[in-house]
């Protein structure tokens, strides 16, 4: 193999490392100062220009606050529990196309560190690692706080993997395969997120659940287990986890864009003009770049206007409601595929059966809300 | 209540924040260079008063020490004469010391000063490096003189100033 292959891939993943570890310190200032405006307030606008160098002095502040490892944990998988959680957040990022590919010195360089042809498989597999480590902190920490909140975040985690891995079903379906490239490229006539309407709802909902933010956030939750699974963790230890918790979130948002909002791609209606990524390379990270903030707004918007749901109520919500939505979103999807393969039926020019797909869903997600609202109301009325 | 109204409600909950973020101006004070006012009851830092003509109000009776419930005030009166005038009366404090650590700022000093010398004013921004600078001196709390020819201590021609306490001028106030 050529050595040049080996630079380009360390170059890459350092860039990438690079990336998530400057977007997770600048998304802490960018939900401060966000969650502070919808809460009428400033937000930190000292250190430096409007606050721009806030991350750094916070980072500076946790590196030198005194570590405290509790005497009764277990201390090996104590230490070892942040780490567990950082480094899926890190990798998951790897097989994310970043653009399509420049030339330099004529060689091709992608912008992505690699291009499995499983790539949605790798990103659903680690995606899930990364609770091991919430799991373990809270096990070891030997408090009954931290316990609570391990498990709740493994519950929480199983059945909200579920739904996210038909979700990523969704994408697989409808792109026809399971390489993230691929799925982007399929997007370039309409994005997922029209296509199906209802899947990347979903998709948005759950993965709120999987980077335990706000509704969602039973693990940590505040009142009721004290933060829970990092209530024993200060100094850098309790960064770390911090880190992994943000830099899930971008990497999340990255996932959701790829998959439902067309990626790099630009929106479906510039793709023969000067706007086109296919035209230049270097506008598909900054398309990237803006659907990864607007989702991270909504991230952090929902946090300030939800408050939490009861945990009962959460895992009710996953089993009940999301898993069956989103075993229906992809049989409709799915058929609707088929039956347009199959029998090619359109009207003045447009294919009915893909049509079809996101008016059925939606009227599917209609009757499960209307479901829920009947269920609420039995509730209500004291007949359950 | 309709079928849908709770998806309604929720997004109804997110147009309040992103309606807030948006145009809602801030409430947030940029404190050290943008100052609050304050009400005009509060009690900040005490400031020992002044008559227009120069003299002090405090003549070191002791009864906002004695009031204290923190015990937070020290005075030590000395003699007045008319060659070194303080304030009217017989005597003066020469000491007058609050430990600001202590004060609660209760304001009963305020109210058993029978001269209205001591009282609680605007200033809140008090801060120390260390317990000795929280005893505030009697020059650190002395109001400054309104010219420069009314200092303390100064010459007075004898027998005008006898009255340590001023006459009240309506007693019902």
Redesign the interface.
Known sequence: MDWTIWVEWVVKGFVLCLILLTGFAYLTLYERR?L???????GPNRAGYQGLLQPIADAVKLIFKEELTPAKVYKLVFVLAPVLTVVPSLVLAAVIPLGTSFTLGGRVITLYVANLNVGVLYLTSIASIAVYGITLAGWSSNNKYAMLGGIRASAQMISYELSLGLCFAIAIVMGNSMNLVDIVNAQKDMWFAVAQPVGALIFLIVTLAEVNRAPFDMPEAEQELTAGFHAEYSGMKFALFFMAEYQKMIVISMIAATLFFGGYREFWFLKDTIFSVDRYWFLAPIYLLLKVVVLLFFMI??R???PRIRYDRLMAFGWKVLLPLSLVTVFITATGILLNDLYHVTIIGMPVYILAIPVISIACA?VA??L???S?RRKSDGRI | MG?????LE?GR??M???R??WF?????Y?YPEQKREVRPRFRGRHVLKRYENGLEKCIGCSLCAAACPADAIFVEASENTDEKRFSPGDRYASTYEINMLRCIYCGFCEDACPTEAIVLGDNYELSFLNRRDAVYTKDLLLESVPTADTLTPRKVESGVYTRSVPEMKDPTD
């Open positions: 966000a502070a405006r919808m809460q009428v307030r400033v918007w929902v300030a206007t939800w209609m809300v209307s829920i609202f009947r609420l | 079928v849908f109204d709770p998806v929720l909950g997110l309040e924040t992103l807030s973020f809602e101006p801030t409430v947030t940029q």
